[in-house]
Structures are given as structure tokens and as C-alpha cells.
């Protein structure tokens, strides 16, 4: 998967259910249904490190997808309590 079909897939999830992946528990939520969704029937154990790296790579989309479109973030406890500035060197 490119980078811009994880975008596409996980904005397609956040869209459809903007509660769930949008809020608090969405990041273990989106890892769920992306390694159910493309490795369906695959043990843990048996699950290579590609997989689980994409999976955390869909976890991580999706915190800046929920940047980009704050109307989906539904998120209260882990909301971000303020925006990096991009133009300080920190």
C-alpha cells in the first residue's frame, strides 16, 4: 500500500464513522479493522512485521487526518491541547 492509498483508506474509515475513529479509542480501533480488513483469518503471532508496521502506519494517518479535518475528531481525552507552530525550530 502507498502512502496515499493508507490516506484514502483511512480517510474513507473516518468518514464513515466518525465516532468511533474519530474519538478516544480510535487509534486501537482503526489498527483493528485495517489488520481484520487485510489480514482477515491471520493469527497474531503470524502477523510479519510489514503488517504490523502499516498498522501502526494507519494509526498514525490518522492523527493527521483528524488535524486536517477536525470535524471528524471526536476525541476528548486525548484531544491535542494546542498546535504546533511550524515555523519555531523546537
Not at 480510535?26 to 481484520?36: H, M, Q, V
Not at 503470524?46 to 493527521?64: C, G, P, Y
Request: net charge neutral; proline share 4%; hydrophobic share 30%.
Amino acid at each position: 500500500m502507498t502512502v496515499d492509498m493508507f490516506r484514502q483508506w483511512t480517510l474513507k474509515k473516518i468518514e464513515k464513522n466518525p465516532q468511533l475513529f474519530g474519538g478516544d479509542n480510535g487509534n486501537p480501533a482503526i489498527i483493528k479493522e485495517y489488520l481484520s480488513e487485510l489480514h482477515n483469518g491471520t493469527k497474531v503471532e503470524d502477523l510479519t512485521q510489514e503488517a504490523i508496521s502499516q498498522s501502526v502506519a494507519v494509526s498514525r494517518m490518522r492523527n493527521k487526518l483528524l488535524e486536517v479535518y477536525p470535524e471528524y475528531d471526536h476525541r476528548e481525552k486525548y484531544k491535542p491541547k494546542y498546535k504546533r507552530d511550524e515555523n519555531t525550530d523546537s
